[in-house]
């Protein structure tokens, strides 16, 4: 078993900022996915994969790293546990791409634009706040911030809900919707279960 | 980091007490939410949501207090848990009540109103056997009960599934329906999980 | 508290093949469930019950064994990470035997049969592999046929779950099949993350 030691610090800090750089990547092509006309989704979902495989790669390595390190910089189940919300936020993210592919969906309700624009916010967030888990520094306000946009999503996300089922549409596009809005409130979710991760490993370590 | 030694234990027993008051208290506003008529149900929700933030509250003090204890009297991976799955119990009840009123629907059907009773009474079980954990005592008969009721909860949820399909009620009830008893089947599931902690957390500290 | 010692390393070694074979046991149950006419159905459900109840036992004894045991020849956390998981593949396995009579659906589509062969493949090779955690040895091919495995199974579930909205199925059926290739795919990934756990042990202890 390889062993590295203080060198082990500034890699797994690198490790989660280039996560948090594939999920910015990743929800960006969601965002221009969900935006674009029904017969150019599919390429954006291609490349919204390829991002969700480098964003696997990542996580490898992060696993990797940690069963090779004798020393870490954070508690090793804080470090596993990280690296894994990371990965699933991507996982929703490129589900929901996925889904709105599969079921070929005209012209999409604004709320599910919405709610990929609050995604979007808590990807940049996410990747703006990375480097300060190296000093313990400035992540308060990130936490907050990301609590703030779950809770205005969650909002979205129940308003969506309501709404589907009042619009008069057929029982199958209802299926269709509410499988999507389900999925993206779940990357949000995972937003907030991240940022939760964040700060009490800042409160741990502080 | 401030330190806390023996005063550490009796606070965290007191705090799982706490977020079993919480449950207790929730999940009695989700029974009247069931039995209310539909104009009525909306105020009963927003005190569920209430009772549902303070369990946060409480989860957070657990935390917060986990990651200030040098020492606590339970393994810190157990208590986590037990924070944890405590609160899971919570969110889905505070979900279930928030679908029905979402849904709009009449009069529910006697099989959501016989779940809630189920859940009602694993709440008190559980309140009743957390203190328990500090001389782990009489916890035995608790997460026997559990089992029992998740079981007889489980035939309900099957048999309330296979109903609604053959009601011959329009496709969107039957969305609205399937999404309302899966979310307390779920909440039944997650008592049946903290059962399970509880006792194996008895097994090892005995 | 009852310590056991070198003795402890092949009886966990032991118990891990025994959950593998419950699991290819129930699996195969399922593959004939899902094979039968619908009147011949509920029987092998009953004995998919009752496999699942041995697994439940299995994993247990697993528990009760970490408990007890001081020295464990896997961290700890492995262990018990190893028993979840076996324990959640029969779990959806069950769950989709469960549904599948429960909505007494006539012929199957040809892809949820298609989904269960590959579940039954991933069962045979996990069984296969299990014995491989004494010595670290020959899991290699395992993991990674399990992903390849895992991929292709992705593929016939987007497919399928594309094909039921466009078979002019009628809502109900749709919300039925929709439910069981979602629950076939959730055994899948299950696998998946049991080959993750085994190949990321297989890393930390090599």
Request: net charge negative; glycine share 4%.
């Amino acid at each position: 078993m390889g062993l590295s030691f203080k060198s082990s610090d500034s890699a797994f800090f690198d490790l989660f900022s280039q996560s948090a750089n594939h999920l910015v990547a990743g929800i960006d092509l969601l965002a221009k996915l969900v935006a674009a006309p029904r017969e150019e989704r599919a390429v954006l979902r291609d490349s919204l994969h390829e991002v969700e495989h480098e964003a696997d790669v990542t996580r490898h390595e992060i696993s990797k790293k940690l069963n090779a390190s004798f020393v870490t910089p954070l508690d090793r189940e804080d470090i596993s546990e990280l690296a894994g919300v990371l990965d699933d936020c991507m996982d929703y993210a490129d589900e929901a791409g996925d889904l709105i592919v599969l079921y070929q969906l005209e012209e999409l309700p604004a709320g599910i634009i919405e709610q990929v624009v609050q995604l979007q916010r808590c990807a940049e967030l996410t990747a703006e706040a990375m480097p300060g888990l190296r000093k313990m520094e400035g992540l308060r306000d990130y936490w907050v911030e990301i609590n703030r946009l779950e809770n205005y999503g969650d909002r979205i996300y129940r308003d969506m809900l309501a709404e589907i089922f009042e619009a008069g549409l057929d029982p199958l596009t209802v299926i269709k919707l509410k499988d999507i809005i389900e999925t993206l409130e779940k990357a949000m979710d995972k937003f907030e279960a991240l940022a939760n991760t964040v700060e009490s490993v800042a409160i741990k370590e502080s």
